[in-house]
């Protein structure tokens, strides 16, 4: 054991000799790696999605972004067919009065559009919008470069990646 600790203390001295001195670089802290601002995106982690231009979808073209189409069986109207209460008078023929079902109007409700007169658009499922494939919808997109995180470990620029100065 003494024998032992005796040619590590000359090891030591041999190699204090032979290599230069150094010490932990402190800007780094040994690491050899700082973080820094990822150059790709500027520190944001993400960019503005270019396809949507960051609104994460577009105007749906098919009912310029009403959500909703015109009902193409009553034009509109919310109304289809005859009335079949009435016979399409729109009178009750026992009483005289209005024809409650078709609101005087003779006709039926449509059975497209349940009398709305217009349906939910098909082109954008009734949102108006159409989400952006690109970003699903976010506006935006993750920086590959940092995983979103706006910053990224680079070589300590103060011991060029080593962890230790030279003096
Ligand atoms: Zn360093
Ligand atoms: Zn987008
Ligand atoms: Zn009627
Ligand atoms: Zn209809
Ligand atoms: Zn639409
Ligand atoms: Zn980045």
Redesign the pocket.
């Known amino acids: 054991m003494k024998h032992f600790l005796f040619i590590s203390f000359l090891l030591l001295l041999v190699s204090c000799k032979s290599t230069p001195k150094f010490m932990q670089c402190d800007n780094c802290d040994g690491e050899g790696e700082v973080i820094a601002e990822c150059d790709e995106c500027e520190g944001y982690g993400y960019f503005k999605c270019y396809v949507c231009n960051g609104y994460g979808g577009h105007k749906?073209?098919?009912?310029s972004?009403?959500?909703r189409?015109r009902c193409n069986l009553c034009y509109g109207t919310g109304r289809n067919g005859q009335c079949i209460h009435c016979s399409g008078t729109g009178y009750d023929d026992s009483s005289g009065f209005t024809c409650i079902f078709c609101d005087g109007t003779g006709k039926s409700e449509c059975s497209m559009c349940y009398g709305r007169g217009y349906n939910k658009?098909?082109?954008?499922n009734?949102?108006?919008i159409?989400e952006c494939d690109k970003c699903n919808g976010y506006g935006k997109l993750v920086c590959q470069e940092c995983d979103g995180e706006g910053k990224v470990k680079v070589e300590c620029p103060d011991c060029e990646g080593s962890g230790r100065k030279f003096f």
């Open positions: 749906c073209g098919t009912c972004g009403n959500g189409l658009c098909y082109g954008c009734g949102n108006g159409i």
